[in-house]
């Protein structure tokens, strides 16, 4: 919490990141105490970030990253692997945080990305974005006072441009970007009508923005990579336990096919897909997060052999990827012995050192590991690093909660 903006949430005082890990584990530390303090944080970043210009007010899905410490302006690229952590994020924050509108927000985010980034076979494209094809950054998410006053008849306009904050000069090249200046209860209070009569012609331009929009055109990185993957069935899985939600269970067992059909051979995974051709070796980062995505879909399908295929990926991570009490991200068996780190760090997801450790200690504690072996390394490798997690907890939030797991 010491590096907490307690004023606007978030961490740190210029550029801010979604912080995905850290905020799950403090998430997780609601479950032994109550923390007003840290629910409020909890609360003030959670509600920041969906409000204002972190996320993509018409269409759902959050942007990378914002460049001030308000967070108004982002750059504006939408990446595969935020959805799929916020969306969890979320899902997990109005469940324990007991609040319906961020389950509504992990909602609009799951359905965006099964919305715009799925392809025909329901696998997720890697991401969009930041210029489009006029290279303008943001252009194709910005707006300008002339095209709100065409597409809008004046009720809307008078909404649009209170709630959005759009009349106001050009921010940036392309016009400003959308974010709530207040709650929905406020701009009907603000413009005297009824929460009702608010709420319909929010909907209504929204609609006709959209509409619009579908007219621009924005770059697309369409490769299927492994790991982000892993990360998105992680979070379809986790959706549809929670929320019985059938839609959301067959979006997983789509990409838990292609996981496993397409990039796993038996004996390894393939980094990527794209244009139909398989693209390099995995690194341990797809290979932590495809293990996990198993481990979480199985708990959905209750099937013994996707328990079997997250230990089949989970003990070639440890094989690969782990040795001589040190983690590589490349392939450690191509690597000097001395190469390599106790622990590795995080930055907008978890460690994928921490995400296998977890993973096995998981499997374990559910009665699904058949090599005990793994087991004991995992215990080891979350033995080390003292030093390191004493000076600099923030980038070793998923180490630490690794550790309390065991405890």
Known sequence: MAMGDDLQGGFGQSNKFPSAPQLD??????????NPEVIDFLELTLDAMADYGMRDQLGDGFFRYVVDPAWDIPHFEKMLYDNANL????????????????????????????????NDKGVLYASFSAVDDR???????????????RLLDAGEYALVSTYWQTERPHELEGGNHLRAA???PELADTLKISETTARERLETARGKLISERENRILPTDDKLIAGWNGLALSAYSEAALLLDDEGYRQQAE??????????????????????????GSASLEDYAYVSRALFDYARLSEENSDYKLAEQVLAQGWGRFYRHNAWSYADASLLPPADGEEML????????SAVLI??????????????????????SA???GEDTLLSSPFWYASQIAAMQEVR
């Open 135 to 149: 290279d303008v950054e943001g252009g194709y998410y910005l707006w300008k006072t002339q095209q709100l006053k």
């Open 345 to 352: 760090s995080e930055d907008s997801s978890a460690s994928p």
């Open 182 to 184: 207040m709650t929905l």
């Open 382 to 384: 979350l033995n080390r």
């Open 87 to 118: 969306a969890r994020l979320y899902l997990k924050a109005g469940h324990v945080l007991d609040k319906p509108y961020y389950t509504k927000v992990a909602r609009g985010t799951l359905d965006f990305m099964t919305r715009e980034m799925a």
């Open 254 to 279: 789509l990409i838990r096919n292609f996981l496993v059909n397409t990039l796993w051979n038996g004996e390894g995974l393939q980094r990527s897909e794209a244009a139909g051709k398989l693209l």
């Open 25 to 34: 584990f403090l998430l997780e530390s609601l479950d032994d105490s109550r």
């Open 358 to 379: 977890a993973t096995t200690l998981a499997l374990y504690k559910a009665g699904k590991l058949e090599n005990d072996a793994l087991y004991s390394r995992a215990l």
